[in-house]
């Protein structure tokens, strides 16, 4: 099903289309997707291919299909329509790789997997990210920004839940995620927003909501340090893909 509708991802691509630029929303969403796809492969492995986790990873990965369609509907000159083509391609890559852990499948870790679907999430997340500075801004860029690094900061905390070398340095030239700076800044964004869209009552109840799913996760954060902690990765799973569902519901 994942090849069929990105072959027809890649024929879009193909059509004259008369539309703005990147949308800001647009790219922001689809790496919250990118790094929930990751998170998704990860979750294979937590509870060993369980039915429900594969249903929702395609239901993910049919999400962030839409998106990617949306996406090359908006190129509106060669290096947009190069770089959408681009996405195709890695989106398709990073689908297909997703689906197939053999930690879950098998019960061994293999280094392979988790380098591929390391440098195929950095990559899109890397390819989107250079059209963001161009792109046409919209009313929810920096609410997805913030689902961004959830989502990013979720799917580390599952790799490293489920083998200690899966982490995003394995197959790339990241360094080590540093989960105490990234929650401060998380945080910090999270209290600015709150600040400055406090008139808005839909963006100030999905920021409550957030704010109540984030002291959940944040406890468990400073346990990583800790090779004896318990882990808690369907905490994260779940709240994570909760208010990625909620921000992507705020788009429509």
Not at 46 to 61: K, M, S, T, W, Y
Not at 81 to 98: N, P, T, Y
Not at 184 to 194: P, Q, V
């Amino acid at each position: 099903m994942t090849k069929r509708i990105l072959i027809l991802l890649s024929l879009t691509l193909l059509s004259p289309l008369a539309s703005a630029a990147f949308k800001y929303e647009t790219l922001s969403a689809l790496q919250m997707e990118t790094w929930r796809v990751r998170m998704g492969f990860h979750q294979l492995a937590v509870r060993g291919n369980a039915p429900q986790d594969l249903d929702a990873l395609e239901d993910v990965i049919a999400e962030g299909s839409g998106l990617v369609d949306e996406l090359g509907q908006q190129a509106s000159n060669a290096t947009e329509k190069d770089s959408a083509a681009e996405v195709v391609k890695l989106w398709s890559a990073l689908s297909d790789r997703a689906v197939d852990n053999p930690l879950a499948s098998l019960g061994y870790a293999d280094f392979n997997a988790f380098s591929e679907i390391n440098s195929l999430t950095v990559d899109l997340h890397n390819e989107l990210q250079k059209n963001l500075t161009s792109a046409e801004k919209g009313g929810h860029d920096e609410l997805l920004q913030l689902g961004v690094a959830l989502l990013r900061m979720s799917s580390e905390y599952l790799a490293l839940s489920t083998f200690p070398s899966a982490g995003i340095n394995t197959g790339t030239k990241q360094d080590a995620m540093a989960f105490s700076s990234d929650a401060m800044a998380f945080e910090m964004h999270m209290a600015e927003l709150e600040k400055k869209r406090s008139a808005e009552p839909d963006v100030k109840r999905l920021l409550a909501t957030l704010k109540m799913r984030w002291t959940f996760i944040k406890g468990a954060i400073p346990q990583l340090d800790d090779p004896n902690a318990a882990r808690v990765p369907l905490l994260f799973y779940r709240y994570s893909s909760q208010t990625a569902e909620d921000l992507l519901a705020s788009m429509k």
